[in-house]
């Protein structure tokens, strides 16, 4: 692997800080090197929260427009707000309801630059699981059955137990596991097309 950008983005509370450490500690415990970097506008009011992590040999933290190969939004305002990061043929993944996410104005512009865009409802699949606040954790999931490498599903899980506190870690896994099935389901299904 020569190098792996990713940016996050949510509003503040939403834990992208939490998904880019969990991100973070699962490449370092495979031994690759990363740099993160975060921007917070009003973070503690609900505002945007954008995180950097580049994994493998880079010379700076933040990631250039155009550059990021995989972009994880918790939010769907934010997701387009942060979609000049992304490279051509970049991943998109957003906590969104299923239904159609991709406003007309940004379609073509998506499809021009090949970029794949899967949309999961994160929220909605943390609060049936009693813990509304963990939707970061069920997008991560999700995420994660899509990827065969550098971070593949059963080290992130790994890794969530491990910086689970005590008292959350059986949710957070279960969360995480169900984004995950969700994933994969969807994964074989697009397969068979």
């Keep these: 692997m ?8 949510g509003l503040g509370g939403q834990g992208i800080l939490f998904m880019t450490k969990l991100l973070a500690q699962t490449a370092l415990n495979r031994g690759l090197k990363i740099m993160a970097a975060e921007t917070h506008g009003m973070a503690q009011r609900g505002g945007s929260v954008v995180s950097h992590l580049r994994i493998g040999d880079v010379a700076g933290s933040l990631v250039r427009a155009g550059s990021a ?3 994880l ?3 769907e305002n934010e997701a387009y707000r942060s979609l000049p990061f992304l490279t051509g043929g ?5 906590n969104a309801p299923a239904r159609t996410l991709v406003r007309k104005q940004v379609l073509s512009y998506m499809n021009r630059m090949e970029m794949t865009c899967r ?13 509304p606040m963990a939707a970061n954790l069920a997008l991560l999931g999700f995420f994660a059955a899509f ?7 059963h080290e992130l899980g790994r890794t969530i137990e491990q910086a ?11 969360i995480f596991n169900r984004g995950f099935e969700r994933g994969s389901a969807e994964r074989e299904q697009t397969r068979g097309l």
Excluded at 2 to 9: G, R, V
Excluded at 90 to 94: P, R, W
């Design 2 to 9: 020569e190098k792996l950008n990713f940016i996050l983005s």
């Design 147 to 153: 990827q065969d490498s550098p971070l593949p599903g």
């Design 90 to 94: 970049g991943s998109l993944y957003v």
């Design 69 to 71: 190969h995989i972009l």
């Design 164 to 174: 689970s506190p005590d008292r959350f870690r059986e949710i957070n896994l279960k």
């Design 119 to 131: 949309f999961f409802p994160a929220s909605e699949t943390a609060m049936e699981l009693g813990s």
């Design 73 to 75: 939004a918790l939010d």
